[in-house]
């Protein structure tokens, strides 16, 4: 069973940035995808932004376009997701996710707190 630790998360003032890790437990195979959700305060679990095994592809959702960015190392089997020019409403819990199949997720990380607050 794939595991996935995530890292990175704390408190930031709004416009600052972090990184986000995340190791996967093994060495993730050719099919595999990575990418990101998160869980805003009393709202429902959004996708963020996604990337292919090489790398090559990515996509994003419209509310961090231009501002985040996904990328991933898989000599070390970890996704990164950096995050500039933060915003209050990007306060939320970050998963990180990887599937086989299109529009499936199958693995979760247990998530980490990403705070924007002066």
């Known amino acids: 069973q794939l595991q996935l630790v995530e890292s990175g998360g704390g408190l930031v003032q709004p416009g600052g940035s972090l990184r986000l890790s995340c190791t996967a437990s093994e060495r993730t195979g050719s099919s595999l995808r990575m990418g990101w959700f998160r869980q805003p305060p009393g709202k429902e679990r959004e996708f963020v932004a996604r990337?292919?095994?090489?790398?090559?592809?990515?996509y994003y959702a419209d509310s961090v376009k231009g501002r985040f960015t996904v990328s991933r190392d898989n000599a070390v089997n970890t996704v990164y997701l950096r995050m500039n020019s933060l915003k209050s409403e990007d306060t939320a819990v970050y998963y990180c996710v990887a599937g086989t199949a299109v529009g499936v997720w199958t693995y979760w990380g247990q998530g980490t707190q990403v705070t924007v607050s002066s």
């Open positions: 990337i292919s095994w090489s790398g090559i592809n990515t």
